[in-house]
């Protein structure tokens, strides 16, 4: 079956460290890869998203790429700041599908 | 307000006792989905509609109900709430092949 493997957290770093979040998927096909970003007492936001393999998104200096020998999709940021501090979400929707399946998600805490 | 809402947003009741869940976009996206959130879990899908009067079952769908006469509205309901049933519920909606848009979300509480 489908399914996505991302690191327990928390995570927890200094201000400008750098950032991994693991994540690794199973799946049948080409899957759409992506990670949300939920904030304290919000709903959930698309930070980025991949659809074929070697693809990398970004937004917000985070990046991640879609890596189909690996199955995996790992988040990176050169420098995180207090404010990236939230719960973030990988997952993937199956091939011809716009079902989502998540990960257990990653709590992330950076201080000043 | 543009956007997709939820209400309530924070629920208590009692064991037994049928609670409804609203969700309303303003997009007239064709797809809308319920998840619960619940710690090591993730997200779970419980159900989603393809269009108005087409729903489907997802991952954790026992004890919830789905309707969905309108487009801009698509309730979740517990018929016979149960404690297993406290988390947090999030709305989400989109169009085929597009970003999910997700609600603020309903923390409901099953005591």
């Known amino acids: 079956g489908n399914s996505v493997t991302q690191m327990e957290g928390p995570v927890t770093l200094s201000e400008e460290a750098f950032l991994t979040i693991n994540c690794t998927y199973t799946?049948?096909?080409?899957?759409?890869l992506f990670w949300y970003v939920q904030y304290p007492g919000e709903g959930l936001q698309l930070l980025l998203k991949?659809?074929?393999?070697?693809d990398k998104g970004s937004n917000k200096g985070f990046e991640a790429t879609y890596r189909k020998e690996t199955t995996s999709f790992h988040l990176e940021k050169g420098s995180v700041q207090v404010s990236d501090s939230a719960v973030y979400f990988c997952?993937?929707?199956?091939?011809?599908?716009?079902?989502?399946?998540f990960g257990t998600g990653t709590r992330l805490q950076v201080f000043p | 307000d543009a956007g997709i809402t939820q209400s309530p947003r924070y629920k208590i009741t009692e064991t037994g006792r049928q609670v409804t869940l609203m969700c309303h976009q303003t997009w007239s996206h064709s797809y809308m989905f319920w998840y619960r959130q619940d710690l090591g879990h993730g997200l779970r899908l419980i159900y989603y509609?393809?269009?108005?009067?087409?729903?489907d079952k997802g991952e954790v769908p026992d004890g919830y109900v789905v309707s969905r006469s309108k487009t801009e509205n698509f309730p979740l309901t517990l018929e016979s709430a149960t404690r297993s049933q406290t988390s947090v519920y999030f709305c989400?909606?989109?169009?085929?092949?597009?970003?999910?848009?997700f609600g603020p979300g309903t923390r409901l509480t099953v005591l």
């Open positions: 991949a659809t074929k393999a070697d």
């Open positions: 989400a909606s989109t169009d085929p092949g597009n970003e999910q848009f």
């Open positions: 799946a049948t096909g080409y899957p759409s």
């Open positions: 997952a993937l929707t199956p091939n011809n599908t716009d079902k989502l399946i």
């Open positions: 509609s393809a269009a108005a009067d087409i729903t």
